[in-house]
T-cell receptor
Framework: RKEVEQDPGPFNVPEGATVAFNCTYS??????FFWYRQDCRKEPKLLMSVYSSGNEDGRFTAQLNRASQYISLLIRDSKLSDSATYLCVVNSPDYKLSFGAGTTVTVRA | NAGVTQTPKFRILKIGQSMTLQCTQD?????MYWYRQDPGMGLKLIYYSVGAGITDKGEVPNGYNVSRSTTEDFPLRLELAAPSQTSVYFC????????????FGSGTRLTVV
C-alpha cells in the first residue's frame, strides 16, 4: 500500500467555482502534513501546512481527519492561476517527507 | 538569492554512460535531498544528507551515488545509466529534517536511450 494516495483527477472547474479533493495516508503515526503545488514541468513549492484544527490561507482551506487518515484541500473562487498539480505530503515515521502522486486541477475561463 | 541550483536542466545519456547531476544551495541548509519523479508517481527519495560528510540511502538508491564534501554541494552520480533511470530529478534542501519548507531546485530531465 502506498504511503500517500491521491485521486489523480483531473478536476476541471470553471473560474469562480469551488473544488475540493482528498488524500489518504497509511501510517497512523504520521505527525505533519502539507500541501505542495507543482506547476507543469516545474519544481514543487510549499502551498500550506495542515494543522489538526484545520486552517485557511486566503482561498485555500486544509483539513485533517486523523481518525480516517485523510487530509483535504478546498479551493474557493478558483482562478485560472490555480491550475496546477497539488501534492499531498506527509511526514513519515523516520521524519522524511512522503509525496503523493498529485491531483491535477484545471480551471477554465 | 539563488536558492537551490541544479545543472544541467536536460540531458540525454546512452545506456552504460555515467554522469553527475550537480546541486548547490546558498541557504546554509544542513539537510539536502535527491528525489526522482516519474510520470504519475510521487517523488521518490534517492539519497539524503544531514550535513557535510554524512549521507544515507533513501527509498530508491540503487544505481546512484552521492557525496557531500561541503554544506553547499550535493552531487548525484549515475555510474551505468539504464533506461529505468529516465526521470526528472529534483534536489531539495531544508533547515531541518521533515521541515515543511523544502526548497527545490528546478529539476534535471534525464533520458537514457
Amino acid at each position: 500500500r502506498k504511503e500517500v494516495e491521491q485521486d489523480p483527477g483531473p478536476f476541471n472547474v470553471p473560474e469562480g467555482a469551488t473544488v475540493a479533493f482528498n488524500c489518504t495516508y497509511s501510517n497512523s503515526a504520521s505527525q505533519s502534513f502539507f500541501w505542495y503545488r507543482q506547476d507543469c514541468r516545474k519544481e514543487p513549492k510549499l502551498l500550506m501546512s495542515v494543522y489538526s484544527s484545520g486552517n485557511e490561507d486566503g482561498r485555500f482551506t486544509a483539513q485533517l481527519n486523523r481518525a480516517s487518515q485523510y487530509i483535504s484541500l478546498l479551493i474557493r473562487d478558483s482562478k485560472l492561476s490555480d491550475s496546477a498539480t497539488y501534492l499531498c505530503v506527509v511526514n513519515s515515521p523516520d521524519y522524511k517527507l512522503s509525496f503523493g502522486a498529485g491531483t491535477t486541477v484545471t480551471v477554465r475561463a | 538569492n539563488a536558492g537551490v541550483t541544479q545543472t544541467p536542466k536536460f540531458r540525454i545519456l546512452k545506456i552504460g554512460q555515467s554522469m553527475t547531476l550537480q546541486c548547490t544551495q546558498d541557504m546554509n541548509h544542513n539537510y539536502m535531498y535527491w528525489y526522482r519523479q516519474d510520470p504519475g508517481m510521487g517523488l521518490k527519495l534517492i539519497y539524503y544528507s544531514v550535513g557535510a560528510g554524512i549521507t544515507d540511502k533513501g527509498e530508491v538508491p540503487n544505481g546512484y551515488n552521492v557525496s557531500r564534501s561541503t554544506t553547499e554541494d550535493f552531487p548525484l552520480r549515475l555510474e551505468l545509466a539504464a533506461p529505468s533511470q529516465t526521470s526528472v530529478y529534483f534536489c531539495a534542501s531544508s533547515y531541518s529534517e521533515g521541515a515543511p519548507g523544502y526548497t527545490f531546485g528546478s529539476g534535471t530531465r534525464l533520458t537514457v536511450v
